[in-house]
């Protein structure tokens, strides 16, 4: 299929036509394309998510990677990377050229895997991380997800093992002898609620062994959903040095704090288990230093951890919750309310597209929607604003923090390789 789109801005510039043909697109109409009116509309690469959450296989009654693939377009997103905590765990080749595989088949996101570290994630061995970078699958970044690999001599084997092939490892940053019981984070709301504190110091001490040992081995590190002013401060000083760290953090951390467990949202009661995630929810200091260290590159992309849970898994008390939120579906407008006047179209394309895209090793995505490139991009309403809906959302789940909020910014379409893949808020077939 081939599309004119016409009067759209690119990154918000000038407004121009954009003609797709052929999975590219190309500098002139021939009259046989689908027009759409572009008018008012943002284009910007399609956006690229380096932690989804996507259940499959193991627990595809809270998600499948067909569903979390519509979910992943609708919010404009044209690739994921799907985290290795699956049952069976992303620990070999097969398991992830499978889930590789079913994406595919979906056909509406490139799925990526994330292969785990260590095996069954249980911070002993490390995984057969050779193989799955060799296998169709093409593994470039290995995690143990919300595991942290807290032995620092399995974790510089692993920065060494990788290094051979460029690979990254996403650390999920947690001193697990500092948290034991930790149900949220440490302060004056935990106290005020009696829940046992998860203290940022945690994070920041094993973000600060773990640079290190990028340093020493030369690796490459990416420290998965940063959520202290902490954390941000030693990863700011890791890249002075030179460092090749690199960092994220998710929509809700930019916009949540530990308050929202206490029902200070409207609409809210205390102990309401949809704000429970790990990392938890922090204070508002923090949640500046993460907006202002976004702002300035010291977090290089915004992630979702979109982590879809099926209703016993959630809706029960806050103690047997289990950790996450839904975010693909969502993350733009989050980032548009939190960040989005001090990033500007170019910083978000930056944030949530090229430099997620480069870290992945995904070279066909985020490129700017200009002629030549590849016809992978999404066409955003800046003007329009929703409602947040959770029996609307594509996901299997409806663990959503946002439920009855109204956002700004919304998703047209999305486009992969000259495929529309949304539009209007309905996924492809």
């Given at each position: 299929?081939?599309?004119?789109?016409?009067?759209?801005?690119?990154?918000?510039?000038?407004?121009?036509?954009?003609?797709?043909?052929?999975?590219?697109?190309?500098?002139?109409?021939?009259?046989?394309?689908?027009?759409?009116?572009?008018?008012?509309?943002?284009?910007?690469?399609?956006?690229?998510?380096?932690?989804?959450?996507?259940?499959?296989?193991?627990?595809?009654?809270a998600e499948t990677v067909l569903t979390g693939s519509r979910a992943a377009a609708l919010g404009g997103y044209t690739a994921v990377c799907a985290m290795a905590n699956t049952n069976p765990v992303a620990d070999t080749a097969g398991v992830v050229e499978q889930v590789w595989r079913l994406g595919r088949e979906a056909g509406l996101v490139d799925v990526q895997p994330i292969g785990a570290v260590t095996v069954g994630l249980g911070g002993e061995k490390l995984a057969e991380l050779g193989a799955m970078a060799d296998s169709a699958a093409a593994v470039r970044i290995f995690s143990d997800d919300g595991m942290c690999v807290h032995d620092p001599r399995l974790m510089r084997r692993a920065l060494e093992y990788v290094k051979a092939f460029d690979g990254v490892i996403a650390q999920h940053a947690e001193e697990p002898r500092l948290t034991q019981g930790a149900q949220m984070h440490e302060g004056d709301v935990s106290a005020r609620l009696g829940l046992t504190g998860w203290p940022s110091v945690?994070?920041?001490?094993?973000?600060?062994?773990?640079?290190?040992?990028?340093?020493?081995?030369?690796?490459?590190l990416h420290v998965c959903h940063v959520s202290t002013a902490g954390s941000v401060e030693v990863i700011r000083q890791a890249k002075a040095r030179g460092?090749?760290?690199?960092?994220?953090?998710?929509?809700?951390?930019?916009?949540?704090?530990?308050?929202?467990?206490?029902?200070?949202?409207?609409?809210?009661?205390?102990?309401?288990?949809?704000?429970?995630?790990?990392?938890?929810?922090?204070?508002?200091?923090?949640?500046?230093?993460?907006?202002?260290?976004?702002?300035?590159?010291?977090?290089?992309?915004v992630a979702t951890d979109h982590a879809p849970h099926a209703a016993q898994d959630k809706e029960c008390e806050w103690a047997y919750a289990r950790p996450g939120m839904l975010g693909l579906e969502t993350a733009l407008p989050i980032v548009l309310h939190t960040v989005g006047d001090a990033l500007g179209w170019d910083g978000i394309a930056d944030r949530m597209s090229r430099t997620p895209a480069r870290?992945?090793?995904?070279?066909?995505?985020?490129?700017?929607?200009?002629?030549?490139?590849?016809?992978?991009?999404?066409?955003?309403?800046?003007?329009?604003?929703?409602?947040?809906?959770?029996?609307?959302?594509?996901?299997?789940?409806?663990?959503?923090?946002?439920?009855?909020?109204?956002?700004?910014?919304k998703v047209v379409a999305t486009f992969l390789r000259g495929k529309r893949t949304a539009l209007d808020g309905k996924a492809a077939a």
């Open positions: 299929m081939s599309y004119l789109i016409r009067n759209v801005s690119v990154l918000g510039g000038a407004p121009v036509d954009l003609v797709v043909r052929d999975g590219v697109i190309v500098d002139s109409a021939d009259g046989t394309e689908e027009v759409m009116d572009g008018t008012g509309l943002i284009a910007l690469p399609g956006l690229v998510d380096l932690h989804t959450h996507l259940r499959e296989p193991g627990r595809e009654d945690a994070e920041e001490a094993i973000i600060a062994r773990d640079v290190l040992l990028a340093a020493h081995t030369g690796a490459r460092v090749r760290v690199t960092a994220e953090v998710t929509p809700h951390h930019l916009l949540l704090t530990d308050e929202a467990v206490g029902g200070s949202i409207e609409g809210t009661a205390p102990y309401d288990p949809v704000f429970k995630v790990n990392p938890p929810l922090r204070t508002a200091e923090d949640v500046e230093a993460l907006r202002s260290g976004l702002v300035d590159g010291t977090i290089d992309v870290i992945a090793g995904l070279d066909e995505h985020g490129h700017t929607p200009v002629p030549g490139s590849p016809a992978t991009f999404t066409l955003i309403d800046p003007q329009a604003r929703f409602t947040v809906d959770p029996a609307a959302l594509a996901s299997l789940s409806a663990n959503t923090p946002y439920a009855g909020m109204e956002l700004p910014g």
